[in-house]
């Protein structure tokens, strides 16, 4: 963790750069990082919309970015999730939550814990009393962060309208866990 400095970003400048990251960890062709490009640019104009970078010492290269805003129920994704959110009983947390909307580490650098210190340094800014995402529903290294860090299930399988693979929407309490933490049980 050494190798890699985490701090804000202006992400409106660096977004072909973190795109670059998201095409490499993620798998996007250049079609879709066109447009993925004007979504970011798009979400970055609503009200407190941040993000944080992960650099790398050595070359001072973007390795991994992370950002997220405060929820809107007017929101496509919110749109998308909330029916599959309200079947679970769950819709509430479309409220007072702070979205973390990409999420993307080089996978030279996974592993390493700069995930982590993108998720909890973005989330640890929030006035929100609780964080929500959207992850491909599937054992993977990123749910594994998730669950650690306090995320559970709220709603599975969500199917986006473009997306092949389905999602899960997954919510934890603010601030995340650390390390050697553990979730309250649910009572």
């Known amino acids: 963790m050494e190798n890699v400095v985490v701090g804000p970003i202006d992400l409106a400048v660096q977004v072909d750069e973190?795109?670059?990251?998201?095409?490499?960890?993620?798998?996007?062709?250049?079609?879709?990082?066109a447009i993925r490009?004007?979504?970011?640019?798009?979400?970055?104009?609503?009200?407190?919309?941040?993000?944080?970078?992960?650099?790398?010492?050595?070359t001072g290269r973007l390795v991994g970015f992370v950002y997220g805003l405060p929820n809107d129920r007017a929101?496509?994704?919110?749109s998308v999730v909330q029916p599959y959110l309200r079947r679970e009983g769950n819709d509430h947390w479309l409220d007072d939550s702070f979205v973390i909307t990409?999420?993307?580490?080089?996978p030279a650098f996974q592993g390493q814990g700069v995930g982590r210190?993108?998720?909890?340094?973005?989330?640890?800014?929030?006035?929100?009393?609780?964080?929500?995402?959207?992850?491909i529903d599937g054992d993977s290294p990123a749910r594994h962060l998730y669950r650690h860090l306090?995320?559970?299930?709220?709603?599975?399988?969500?199917?986006?309208?473009?997306?092949?693979?389905?999602?899960a929407v997954m919510g934890a309490p603010l601030p995340l866990l650390r390390r050697g933490e553990r979730a309250p049980e649910a009572g």
């Open 18 to 33: 973190a795109l670059a990251v998201q095409a490499v960890a993620f798998g996007l062709g250049p079609e879709e990082v």
């Open 75 to 78: 929101h496509w994704w919110s």
């Open 37 to 58: 490009r004007q979504i970011v640019l798009r979400h970055l104009a609503l009200p407190g919309a941040r993000a944080l970078g992960a650099h790398s010492r050595a």
């Open 117 to 135: 210190r993108l998720i909890t340094g973005i989330t640890d800014t929030a006035t929100e009393p609780r964080s929500i995402l959207s992850a």
């Open 150 to 167: 306090g995320y559970r299930d709220l709603a599975r399988p969500v199917h986006f309208p473009s997306a092949t693979r389905p999602y």
């Open 102 to 106: 990409e999420l993307h580490v080089l």
